[in-house]
Each structure stands twice: as C-alpha cells, then as structure tokens.
C-alpha cells in the first residue's frame, strides 16, 4: 500500500480498495494536482467497475451519480465516494455486479433481513449514528425512494450542514418483495465528532426530504369532481364512501347469498362534529341509493325523513334505515393510526350477522374505504377493480384463479388501462423542473401520458372533460353574480352580487383582480347553497381557480386551448402536493384548501401568461408558502363561515404570487421545502382548527349563536345523542 495513503483515502476505506483502484486514484489525483488540472473529470472504466475523480463538487457527484446505471440482473449495487475538500477533489468507485467483484472485502448486505426491518417501520426510513473519538459514522435506509430522490437529497443535506462524508457506501438493493420497489442504505464516515444537536438535524433533514415514490393520479382527481355543494371531503367525499358501500355490499350479497335487513351510519371525527352543516350524512345516504355526487336528487334520498319513509331501494331487496348516530371519541380512537379525520362506518344487519364497512374522505372528493370488519390491505377508492370471493375482497389477478368471484362494480366509468401499475419519473416539484429539462418535454405531454396509463384517456377525452368543467365553473360564476338568495342559516348569499354592482360603479376595481374576488365569491357563494361546483380541489376552496380564469378569460381573451390546459396544469401540480398534503382541512387546516386552491390558481394564471415551468412552480410554491397556518374554523360546520370570503381574498392572493413569479421574484425556501413545511404545520395544527367546529371563529359568541341556530337541523340527523 502507497506510503501516502493515510493522507488520500481514509483509513476506514483502506481495505475496501484493490492495490489497482489505489494506484489509479492517487495517480489520477497527484496528476490533476501537479500538471493543474483541476476541473477537469477522469473517467477509468473496467468490466464490472468504473472509477471517476473530479474536483470537490456536490453538483459534479450528483451528475456523476446519476449516470452511473444500476445493472438490471444483479440484486446488488454499490457506489462507493471518497471525498476530500481541502485537496479539491471527490472519487466515485461504481460496482454494477459487486458479488463479482473478488478483490474488494466487501459484506453483502443482507436484503431479506433489511426488508423486514424497514417493512416493520411505519415509516419506511431509518438512521442510526455513533460517534467514537474524532469519528462519527452514520448510516440511513429508505424504503420506495426513487434514485433521484435519494442522490439528489443526500448530496443536498450533506451541502447544507456544510459537511460531506470522508467516506460513502451507497447501496441500492433490489427485492423480491412486491411492496419493496427500492431499498437504499448509505453508510459514510465524517472526520469529526459531530454533536447530538447536529444529528438530530440531519436526521430530521434525511427523514423529511427522502419523499416516498408518487402515487399518480389522474388531474380530474384533483379538478374535481362536479357535485353538489357544501364540501368536497364531507359532501361529495362522503356521497363516494356511501356508493362504495354499496357496491361492495350488493357483490358481498351476491357472493355469500345474504339477506340484508337494515343498514345504519355512524359518523366519527370531523363527520360527527361538522357534518350535518355539510350535509354529509344526507351525502352517504344519498349514495346508498346509488346517486352520483352531482345528481341534483342526491342530498334528499339522504334525508332522514326521505329514508325513514321510502328506505333503501338496494337492487332485489329493499332495506329498512335504521338511522344515523354520532360516535363517541372514544371510538374514534379506533382509527387513530389512520392520519384521517373524516369516518364514517356503515353498518349492514344480514342473516348472517353485521358487517360494518369504514370508510375515509382523504380530500377533494377522493376516498378510501380500509375496512370490511377488518383493515383490508389494499383500499378501495371507486375507481380500481375488485372482486369478492368467499366473503375476502381481491384483486383482480386473485380472482381469475377463482370460479365463481363477484365483481366490486366500481363507481367510475373506467376504460382497460395500458398499464397495471403507472409511476412518474419524478417525484417532487424540482424534480419534475429536472426531468422537463433534461427530456426536453413540455408540462402537457407528461399530464397527457399520465392520463393516458391512469384512464385510458386520449387527449381528446381528456380535453373534452376539462371543457365539460369549465363550463361548469362559468355557469357557478354568472348564477353566484346574479343571485340574491340566502343561504340555509341566512349568513351569506348577496355578497358577490353586491361586489358586482360596486365594481361597475367603482372603476378602480373593475379590472383583473376586482372581477377575480367577485367571481371566487359567487362560486362558492353557489356551493354554500348545494348548487352544483367543481371542487378544485375542494368545495370549500371552488370559487379560486374559476374566478381567477374567468376574470382573466374576460381581460385577456387567451386561447381555448392555452385556457383548459392552464387547468389542467393547476390540477397536475396540485397532486404532486396531494402526494404530501391531503386536500382535506379536516387533516390539514384550511391551508390545505384555500391555500392550494390559490396555488393551483396562480400555477394557471402564470401559465396563461407564458410563463416558463420554473416559474409556474414558482408561483405555486409563492401562494403556498403565504397560506402557511391557515386554519379551518367553519361556524356550526357550515361552509359559509369563513369560506364564502375567504375564497374572495385568496383569489387576489393567487395573482400576486402569479405576479411576482413572472416579475422574477423567487421563494427563498425551495418549493418542496415549503410543501413539506406545510405538512409539518398541518400536522402540529390543534384539532380544533381542523373542521371540528372547535375553536377559532367557530367558537366566537357570534358563531356559538349560529350553532344554537343549527341545532334543530342537527337533531333531524342525530336526534338528542
């Protein structure tokens, strides 16, 4: 071994490196030394390694690792960095096959062992450091990150403790396990003794930035669904779980011959304490009967009075009500590891006892049912097919090895899908900047290709659909501006007409963003009256994004086309953030609505105004970012209070952020940082600012005489429990 190897790899590599790879190396580096030549890149290639120096450079290591490409057949990859900043210069050693790699003493990794281990964290993410002498080493594992996402943040969290690993192991494993789609481990070694307090922030950085793989979904998911107002996660959400209950139950009764005598509905968390004021058991109810979110009949099949009289018509049988109750919060400790606050159990009394099916409003229409008198291990959403056999819900692979399996019809019309399971080749924010420049593609090819594996969509469909919307949010606007009647309670109803006589007498505010807040208000004016909305992404958020466009549509006059794809565009950013943040306020607070219905809304407006794909995301991160702590304070769980207003506001707020992003104004704190943020802040939110009616403007001695108020309407549901 060379005499100056103490002073050029560190001793904990030594032995990890061939007497050739040594040799190599220090050659490279005193050449790039003594002839000057630093900034320039050395590349050494063998059958099953490859050798790289550069100069000491986070942005050179990122490039060089994303070159390298795992080998396909080989279940181990190894990516070895020898850093050294003081002598400017980093080395990456990569290993495609490493188990043929004899000369190195390197341990495999025990994969199946590592699997159970992260599969037992709920997580998904683990770090463990230990400090000896003037040496800390430390070693992080994550489950379902992409390669990008892992390179892209270690390197970035490394940079911004102003530190970086003598010495790095970084292994990508590949296992035979269907719900490990990557498993990364990085050991590294830094030369000095870091302190706790030190640590403790890299682990939050790691734990916090290595994002899960995205789970796609379709941007009508997110602009979407047309329904009935008040609430997209307490109305339409709920209208969903009662359909879904519906089909399961009409399969589980062809499937086990049952005889159903009466159905009950119990409503826990956020749909206890706010949902008669959005009309969510009526929703449920209404979707027992197998009504859609947008049927204008829908809310009076739900009705108490409608179901004590007619029951549910429940294909060949007909099913006694037996009424709706309201949970204790005892109960709601069921479902506490769930991280959703809006239940709701439907509860079916057969011949062969109760089968009680839960299920959960995640946000912006989407649901999720998780029990059939258990959890279930792939949630039912609508959308995707099942089948039932012998009383088990399965896929549909399951089902074709069985003879008499019963189809779960879904509550979506759906076209056969090209691909089985759909992933995008990013998975945050910047990362999909990256991915745009470097494949050269625009923001609508990839929302068309993403539609297309999802839906089966063309992209006629696709723009069909998002003109179907528009006209929808236009017909809101112009019935909201023209209306003068009072909402159910009488707390709002005229203010956008009056906003709108005021304007055309008062120039000044005549103009993109006076006509902005008038319209958000007079859509979501039509919503706190039951009229039919486009959630985007919620109901208590659908006046932003019409209002917006429509003012602009009237100002600018774009193009047919640049306008439905601007929606489109808002609805593809808004699920990446879905990805992080559930639309839902009951989860996350009103930031998570008004706030990303003002993001979703300057994301368009940008892009009306040609603006490039930084800023667009740029603008979005810009509303999110100024929308951080919003709390959802509904007085009496009614969509009047704040709403209505604040939807007026946030519309303004979406076009100056739109205004400074194309001004060249930037967020300091990068779009998945902010996203990130609020999460975090969404999740220290008390529940009382999280639809609960528990406390804010919900709790002010004019909003506890609304709930005096309410109280009749409130026993129509309940009764005295």
């Given at each position: 071994m060379p005499e100056n190897m103490g002073s050029f790899i560190p001793k904990c590599a030594e032995s990890y490196f061939s007497p050739d790879e040594i040799s190599y190396c220090i050659q490279t580096v005193t050449h790039r030394i003594e002839n000057g030549e630093t900034g320039k890149t050395f590349h050494h290639k063998e059958e099953i390694e490859e050798c790289i120096v550069h100069d000491f450079s986070h942005s050179k290591l990122k490039k060089t690792l994303l070159s390298l490409k795992p080998y396909n057949y080989q279940p181990y990859t190894l990516y070895r960095i020898v850093s050294h900043p003081e002598k400017n210069y980093m080395i990456t050693v990569f290993y495609n096959d490493i188990t043929s790699a004899t000369h190195t003493n390197v341990a495999l990794p025990d994969i199946d062992l590592h699997v159970d281990e992260m599969l037992a964290s709920e997580k998904g993410f683990d770090f463990t450091v230990s400090v000896s002498g003037d040496s800390t080493t430390l070693q992080i594992r994550s489950i379902n990150s992409s390669k990008f996402t892992v390179i892209n943040n270690v390197i970035e969290t490394f940079q911004k403790h102003l530190l970086f690993p003598s010495y790095t192991e970084l292994w990508y494993l590949k296992s035979k396990n269907k719900k490990i789609k990557s498993l990364y481990i990085l050991n590294c070694v830094i030369n000095k003794a870091m302190p706790l307090a030190e640590t403790e922030s890299m682990h939050n950085d790691f734990e916090r930035y290595l994002h899960r793989y995205i789970k796609p979904m379709s941007v009508f998911d997110i602009v979407g669904p047309?329904?009935?107002?008040?609430?997209?996660?307490?109305?339409?959400?709920?209208?969903?779980?009662?359909?879904?209950?519906?089909?399961?139950?009409?399969?589980?009764?062809?499937?086990?011959?049952?005889?159903?005598?009466?159905?009950?509905?119990?409503?826990?968390?956020?749909?206890?304490?706010?949902?008669?004021?959005?009309?969510?058991?009526?929703?449920?109810?209404?979707?027992?009967?197998?009504?859609?979110?947008?049927?204008?009949?829908?809310?009076?099949?739900?009705?108490?009075?409608?179901?004590?009289?007619?029951?549910?018509?429940?294909?060949?049988?007909?099913?006694?009500?037996?009424?709706?109750?309201?949970?204790?919060?005892?109960?709601?400790?069921?479902?506490?590891?769930?991280?959703?606050?809006?239940?709701?159990?439907?509860?079916?009394?057969?011949?062969?006892?109760?089968?009680?099916?839960?299920?959960?409003?995640?946000?912006?229409?989407?649901?999720?049912?998780?029990?059939?008198?258990?959890?279930?291990?792939?949630?039912?959403?609508?959308?995707?097919?099942?089948?039932?056999?012998?009383?088990?819900?399965?896929?549909?692979?399951?089902?074709?090895?069985?003879?008499?399996?019963?189809?779960?019809?879904?509550?979506?019309?759906?076209?056969?899908?090209?691909?089985?399971?759909?992933?995008?080749?990013?998975?945050?924010?910047?990362?999909?900047?990256?991915?745009?420049?470097?494949?050269?593609?625009?923001?609508?090819?990839?929302?068309?290709?993403?539609?297309?594996?999802?839906?089966?969509?063309?992209?006629?469909?696709?723009?069909?659909?998002?003109?179907?919307?528009?006209?929808?949010?236009?017909?809101?606007?112009?019935?909201?501006?023209?209306?003068?009647?009072?909402?159910?309670?009488?707390?709002?109803?005229?203010?956008?007409?009056?906003?709108?006589?005021?304007?055309?007498?008062?120039?000044?505010?005549?103009?993109?963003?006076?006509?902005?807040?008038?319209?958000?208000?007079?859509?979501?004016?039509?919503?706190?009256?039951?009229?039919?909305?486009?959630?985007?992404?919620?109901?208590?958020?659908?006046?932003?994004?019409?209002?917006?466009?429509?003012?602009?549509?009237?100002?600018?006059?774009?193009?047919?086309?640049?306008?439905?794809?601007?929606?489109?565009?808002?609805?593809?950013?808004?699920?990446?953030?879905?990805?992080?943040?559930?639309?839902?306020?009951?989860?996350?607070?009103?930031?998570?609505?008004?706030?990303?219905?003002?993001?979703?809304?300057?994301?368009?407006?940008?892009?009306?105004?040609?603006?490039?794909?930084e800023q667009v995301v740029q603008a979005f991160t810009l509303a999110v970012k100024n929308s951080l702590g919003l709390i959802c304070d509904p007085v009496a769980g009614l969509v009047e209070v704040p709403c209505v207003k604040r939807n007026g506001v946030f519309a303004s707020v979406a076009i100056s952020a739109s205004m400074m992003s194309l001004a060249g104004v930037r967020s300091f704190v990068s779009p998945d940082e902010v996203v990130l943020t609020m999460k975090e802040v969404g999740d220290k939110l008390h529940r009382d600012f999280k639809e609960t009616a528990g406390g804010g403007l919900a709790k002010t001695r004019d909003g506890k005489a609304v709930d005096r108020a309410f109280e009749s309407e409130v026993k129509r549901f309940f009764g005295n429990s």
């Open positions: 047309s329904m009935v107002g008040p609430s997209s996660s307490h109305t339409a959400g709920a209208n969903k779980i009662g359909q879904i209950a519906r089909s399961i139950m009409l399969a589980l009764a062809e499937d086990k011959k049952l005889s159903i005598a009466s159905v009950d509905i119990k409503l826990l968390g956020s749909f206890r304490d706010t949902g008669p004021g959005h009309r969510t058991p009526a929703a449920i109810g209404g979707g027992l009967w197998g009504l859609g979110t947008d049927h204008p009949d829908m809310l009076l099949h739900g009705d108490p009075s409608f179901l004590k009289q007619k029951g549910i018509d429940f294909g060949s049988q007909q099913l006694t009500f037996g009424g709706y109750q309201r949970g204790s919060a005892e109960e709601d400790q069921k479902y506490k590891n769930e991280n959703n606050n809006n239940i709701a159990e439907i509860i079916f009394h057969t011949n062969e006892g109760n089968f009680i099916i839960t299920g959960f409003s995640i946000g912006g229409g989407n649901v999720e049912v998780r029990y059939l008198n258990q959890r279930l291990s792939t949630p039912l959403n609508g959308k995707d097919e099942f089948f039932i056999s012998d009383g088990r819900i399965i896929s549909p692979s399951e089902a074709r090895k069985c003879e008499h399996a019963v189809r779960i019809q879904p509550i979506y019309l759906s076209k056969p899908k090209p691909k089985g399971h759909y992933s995008l080749p990013f998975n945050s924010f910047e990362e999909l900047l990256t991915y745009l420049e470097e494949s050269g593609k625009q923001i609508t090819d990839i929302i068309y290709e993403t539609e297309y594996n999802l839906q089966g969509s063309s992209k006629a469909d696709i723009m069909s659909q998002t003109a179907e919307y528009w006209s929808i949010m236009k017909k809101a606007v112009k019935k909201g501006i023209m209306s003068n009647e009072l909402s159910l309670l009488k707390l709002t109803g005229k203010d956008a007409n009056k906003l709108h006589r005021y304007s055309k007498k008062n120039l000044l505010f005549d103009n993109l963003f006076g006509r902005a807040v008038i319209y958000a208000v007079a859509v979501n004016e039509v919503n706190a009256k039951s009229g039919v909305i486009v959630a985007c992404p919620t109901a208590g958020s659908c006046g932003i994004l019409p209002g917006v466009l429509k003012a602009y549509d009237e100002v600018s006059k774009p193009t047919r086309e640049r306008l439905l794809e601007s929606i489109l565009v808002s609805g593809f950013l808004g699920m990446i953030l879905f990805n992080d943040v559930t639309t839902a306020g009951a989860d996350y607070g009103c930031q998570a609505e008004v706030g990303v219905g003002a993001a979703m809304a300057a994301a368009a407006l940008t892009y009306l105004e040609h603006g490039n794909m």
